[in-house]
C-alpha cells in the first residue's frame, strides 16, 4: 500500500517568500504529525493533529508557522516570511492510535 | 515533562560484534517505546516498539531492545553487527497516559567498521 508522501522533495525559496509543503498521510491514519530536522540534528516535534481534536501546536516555533489538515487526511505546513534559519527537512508522519509512526521522505527546504 | 536521552552521538563496532545503542527517558506515567532507524538520504523507518508484556522486544533486521522500569532505559541491542547496519538512530518514548505527543532522542550514529 502507499506509505506517506511530501511535496515537494526539495523547495528553494528567498528570504522572505511564504512556502507551503504537503502532507498525504496513510489512509486511515488518525494521527499525523510534523517535525524538522536540522543539518545533523535530531528530530524536532512542530505539530499534531488528532481525530477531530484540535491540534497540539506547542512545538511551533514562531506565528510564521501554521499548519492545517482538511477532512482528516492532508495537512499543508505553511511557513510565512522565511528565514535562513528555517532550512532543515521537514518530516512529515502518520500513525494510528498508539501505534509507530510511519514517515514520509520529507521536504528538503532551503531559503537563500 | 517527557524527555529522551541518547547520550552517545556516536557508537563505532567492528562488524561480527555486539552492538548497544542507549537510551533512557522520563515520563510521568507509563511509556511506549520506540526505536527508528535512518539511513543516508532516506526517511526513517520503524524498528521495535514497547506497549506492554515481555520487556524483551525483537524487531526488524535482528535488533531487539530490552525496557527497564528501574532504570527507565530502553537500549537497542543486536548479538552481530553488519557494516549495513551503520546508519543514525533515534530513540522516541509518549506517555500513554498524556498526550500524543511523542518525543525523539538527538539520535545516535553507528557506524560499523569492516
Known amino acids: 500500500g502507499a506509505g506517506v508522501s511530501q511535496s515537494p522533495s526539495n523547495k528553494v525559496t528567498e528570504k522572505g517568500k511564504d512556502v507551503e509543503l504537503r502532507c498525504d498521510p496513510i489512509?486511515?491514519?488518525?494521527?499525523l504529525y510534523w517535525y524538522r530536522q536540522s543539518l545533523g540534528q535530531g528530530l524536532e516535534f512542530l505539530i499534531y493533529?488528532?481525530?477531530?481534536?484540535?491540534?497540539?501546536k506547542s512545538g511551533l516555533p514562531s506565528d510564521r508557522f501554521s499548519a492545517e489538515r482538511t477532512g482528516g487526511s492532508v495537512s499543508t505546513l505553511t511557513i510565512q516570511r522565511t528565514q535562513q534559519e528555517d532550512s532543515a527537512v521537514y518530516l512529515c508522519?502518520?500513525?494510528?492510535?498508539?501505534?509507530?509512526?510511519?514517515f514520509g521522505p520529507g521536504t528538503r527546504l532551503t531559503v537563500l | 515533562a517527557q524527555s529522551v536521552a541518547q547520550p552517545e552521538d556516536q557508537v563505532n563496532v567492528a562488524e561480527g560484534n555486539p552492538l548497544t545503542v542507549k537510551c533512557t527517558y522520563s515520563?510521568?506515567?507509563?511509556?511506549?517505546l520506540f526505536w527508528y532507524v535512518q539511513y543516508p538520504n532516506r526517511g526513517l523507518q520503524f524498528l521495535l516498539k514497547?506497549?506492554?508484556?515481555?520487556?524483551l522486544v525483537k524487531g526488524s533486521y535482528g535488533f531487539e531492545a530490552e525496557f527497564n522500569k528501574s532504570q527507565t532505559s530502553f537500549h537497542l541491542k543486536k548479538p552481530s553487527a553488519l557494516v549495513s547496519d551503520s546508519a543514525l538512530y533515534f530513540c522516541?518514548?509518549?506517555?500513554?497516559?498524556?498526550?500524543?505527543?511523542?518525543?525523539f532522542g538527538t539520535g545516535t550514529r553507528l557506524k560499523v567498521l569492516a
Open positions: 508522519a502518520s500513525s494510528l492510535l498508539r501505534a509507530e509512526q510511519f
Open positions: 489512509s486511515g491514519h488518525t494521527a
Open positions: 493533529f488528532q481525530g477531530n481534536s484540535a491540534p497540539d
Open positions: 515520563v510521568s506515567g507509563n511509556p511506549y
Open positions: 514497547y506497549i506492554t508484556g515481555d520487556n
Open positions: 522516541a518514548v509518549r506517555d500513554r497516559e498524556g498526550t500524543y505527543k511523542y518525543i
